[in-house]
């Protein structure tokens, strides 16, 4: 009876040691954390596309290779993509699960460790969406300009109207 429980609770902690973990920025996600976000603007928006990823996580139970799948990929690579295009709309800090290349990258690399599958560049990969209006460049008003040029012409002046006044050692 021992050697059977021993043999159980070592298969237990074996299996554990190789399941498929998710890790980014040194936290370890299961696969059942991998969508598990706080409530929020970007959840609600993509409910349906990250409620069938969740699902399709979900229903593979913890199996690699139904979890890197094309279709399993897939689906969680439209929830990510979703909730990237309202994180970029929202523009504000959200969960690092939101919208994440890591996460997406980190799957693939699970992916490649634990069942030597490795995933296309495109089957992780989030694009910019079409609202993308670049980054926030900051730009010298135009006050503060008139500021800076009235003070720099100023000082310039008077750099001239001294230099051309000094007098040589020898007059």
């Known amino acids: 009876m021992f050697s059977f429980v021993s043999f159980v609770l070592i298969f237990a902690l074996a299996s554990r040691a190789f399941a498929f973990n998710v890790t980014v920025n040194n936290r370890n996600l299961t696969t059942t ?80 460790a634990t069942a030597n599958i490795t995933l296309a560049a495109n089957q992780t990969a989030l694009i910019l969406p079409s609202t993308w209006d670049q980054s926030f460049i900051a730009v010298l008003p135009v006050g503060g300009a008139i500021v800076v040029v009235v003070t720099t012409t100023f000082l310039g002046m008077a750099a001239i109207f001294l230099l051309s006044n000094m007098y040589t050692a020898g007059e």
Request: proline share 2%; glycine share 2%.
């Open 33 to 112: 954390q991998i969508l598990n976000i706080p409530d929020s603007v970007v959840k609600t928006a993509c409910a349906t596309k990250c409620t069938n990823a969740s699902q399709l996580i979900q229903s593979c139970n913890d199996d690699t290779a139904c979890l890197c799948r094309a279709d399993t990929v897939s689906a969680l690579l439209q929830c990510e993509q979703c909730m990237f295009n309202k994180l970029v709309e929202v523009n504000k800090p959200m969960d690092f699960r939101v919208g994440s290349q890591s996460v997406l990258s980190a799957y693939a690399d699970a992916c490649k």
